[in-house]
């Protein structure tokens, strides 16, 4: 890959599935079996975006939205229908031997491990398969149980261990050919915080000591906040956003909470003026005040009200995707 | 192709299927008892097919002996090799793990036919080999270096044809999902391989050579092991295992291309 040229470039790439139609009931499924009704689904549809060498890019979008399609594009599992698409310098499609050994895909409700033998064995399926001898192997599983606190795991087989160490016994055996570009789908999907919080580490720990890639997927927004400045949002198979997460934040949302603490009660005609009131408790009062009016509107609330204490936030990123989200669902149903 | 690379990894895939296996030792010996059971039964067949008449479609019995341990030695090679990996395809297809096969920088084809290693179908191979050489014995047919050497090619070419057959229904499952039902018919469409082609009625023999070939498998390797192999048969044989085995690449290629992975 000559240098200076982006990890991962897609133009207008597209993705359509043909699926067969069946309609409810015993009649339907005859009909079904004797002449099937096909209709083309457009998972993925003209998305571009450029990923430098190194980035950490979340990827963000409902279910459906063409999250796992991408990532299967990318990792050429899957051929696109349109577009185009280099990822390390490779055409993924093609799955060329050099491409697959730099890149890797981490599954949350997949797994490769072997479920009745320990970790190790599957890891030195891996080792021989990616052609790494076994002095090499050592040094990198020690290194890489090291970054993940993995121990005596991997000497107990995989059915006996928990949810959190399996998955970190799965990301040792993903990246034990060291790729330079990681995809993941869902890494924490089902860990609790306490493992989240390990996987998340060792990822921003990968990306760092290694200089790797990574574009993840992940429904709890804690790991795109803490990996990612980047986020890609796709929505109904299109890009909606590519940029900063705040950036998407002030793009959904063009308003800021103010939470005000009071020393007296006011009634609540008293702040209509100053933004939407959405909640109103004696001394609290919560406001929802226009991001271009913040400093004069603050400005104005210090001086017209005795305020003990104010607040201001970004209304949560979750609660912005989940309304962005249900107006299209009531919009596709119009 | 690297084959260094490629030895590694099957000795690696072998010695973790063995481990796996290990973990059931009655296994072991259950497969025993069936082998021991399915022979017996064969034999017993056999011998009401020869009772009253001294061969069956013109061989003897102690021809016809040499036929079932070939397909008895086929028997057990599907079930070392090509049970436990074939199957297992329709089962990565359906869960999506065929991803993870498809990212490994080593030939999907390769991964899928060759991952685990069953000992359990060792007894059957053991089993096959001493009927193959009591028959041989019995029959009193010369026994000479070039029908060994041109029986265990048709032996070989035998195996392959079975396996390409079993592998391509096995990818159909790319479009179909659920195939099991056709590699279960395919298995047991062999067992008609337990009795010379010749002893079947002329439609059925038909349909043993040309559309499912089991006289490759068992009956022309066992005329080439008596000495009285066929030159044509043999280049016939020879020809559509090497036919199959191409075949079977460019199919799992074409079908590849057709794979859309299960949704997560």
């Known amino acids: 890959m000559p240098p200076n040229t982006p990890m991962i470039t897609a133009r207008g790439l597209s993705k359509t599935f043909r699926v067969a139609e069946k309609q409810p009931g015993f009649q339907g499924t005859l009909r079904h079996l004797i002449r099937r009704r096909h209709r083309d689904v457009a998972a993925v549809s003209g998305v571009s975006f450029v990923i430098e060498a190194g980035e950490m890019v979340g990827f963000l979008g409902p279910n459906g939205a063409g999250k796992t399609t991408t990532l299967k594009m990318l990792s050429g599992l899957i051929h696109p229908t349109g577009g185009e698409l280099s990822v390390a310098g490779f055409r993924p499609e093609r799955r060329q031997r050099a491409f697959l050994e730099q890149i890797t895909l981490v599954m949350g409700n997949k797994q490769q491990l072997i479920w009745d033998l320990p970790p190790l064995d599957s890891i030195r399926v891996n080792a021989a398969v990616y052609g790494i001898d076994a002095m090499e192997t050592k040094r990198r599983i020690s290194e890489l149980a090291d970054m993940l606190e993995l121990g005596e795991e991997l000497h107990r087989p995989v059915r006996k261990l928990s949810l959190g160490q399996r998955m970190k016994a799965e990301l040792l055996a993903s990246l034990l050919h060291r790729p330079r570009v990681l995809f993941l789908d869902e890494p924490t999907l089902g860990l609790d915080v306490t493992a989240q919080a390990r996987v998340r580490d060792f990822l921003a720990d990968y990306n760092r000591r290694f200089g790797a890639t990574v574009l993840l997927t992940s429904h709890y927004m804690g790991d795109i906040t803490a990996l990612c400045e980047r986020v890609l949002l796709i929505h109904q198979g299109q890009l909606f956003h590519d940029g900063e997460l705040e950036a998407l934040t002030s793009r959904l949302a063009p308003f800021r909470q103010v939470r005000l603490e009071l020393q007296k009660a006011y009634p609540q005609a008293a702040f209509e003026c100053y933004g939407t009131v959405e909640s109103h408790q004696e001394h609290q009062v919560l406001l929802l005040v226009n991001r271009e009016r913040l400093t004069e509107t603050v400005a104005a609330l210090l001086t017209r009200f005795p305020v003990v204490d104010l607040e201001v936030n970004d209304p949560p990123i979750e609660d912005l995707m989940r309304s962005l989200f249900s107006a299209a669902a009531v919009s596709d149903q119009a | ?264």
């Open chain 2, 1 to 264: 192709m690297m084959p260094h690379r490629y030895a590694a990894t099957l000795r690696r895939f072998w010695i973790s299927s063995l481990e796996s296996e290990s973990e059931y030792q009655l296994n072991l010996v259950l497969e025993c008892l069936a082998v021991v059971g399915n022979l017996a039964g064969s034999v017993f067949v056999l011998s009401l097919l020869f009772s009253g008449q001294s061969s069956l479609g013109g061989w003897s019995w102690d021809e016809a002996l040499v036929v079932l341990g070939l397909y008895t030695l086929l028997d057990g090679f599907t079930s070392c090799l090509l049970q436990p990996n074939l199957s297992k395809i329709v089962n990565h297809v359906q869960q999506g793990t065929l991803d993870f096969v498809l990212l490994k920088p080593i030939d999907s084809q390769f991964w899928l036919s060759l991952r685990c290693f069953s000992p359990w179908g060792c007894p059957g191979l053991i089993a096959g080999l001493i009927l193959v050489a009591t028959g041989l014995r019995q029959s009193g047919a010369p026994i000479q270096a070039h029908s060994l050497l041109l029986g265990g090619a048709l032996v070989i070419s035998g195996a392959a044809i079975l396996y390409s057959l079993w592998f391509s229904l096995a990818a159909l499952s790319i479009w179909f999902v659920k195939v099991w039902n056709a590699t279960e018919v395919l298995r047991y469409t062999l067992v008609a391989g337990r009795y010379p082609v010749s002893a079947y009625p002329p439609a059925l023999r038909l349909v043993f050579v040309f559309v499912l070939p089991v006289a490759f498998m068992t009956t022309v390797p066992s005329q080439a092991l008596l000495g009285a192999g066929s030159w044509h048969w043999a280049a016939g044989s020879l020809l559509m295992a090497s036919g199959s085995l191409i075949a079977s690449r460019w199919f799992w290629r074409f079908a590849l291309r057709h794979y859309t992975s299960a949704s997560s």
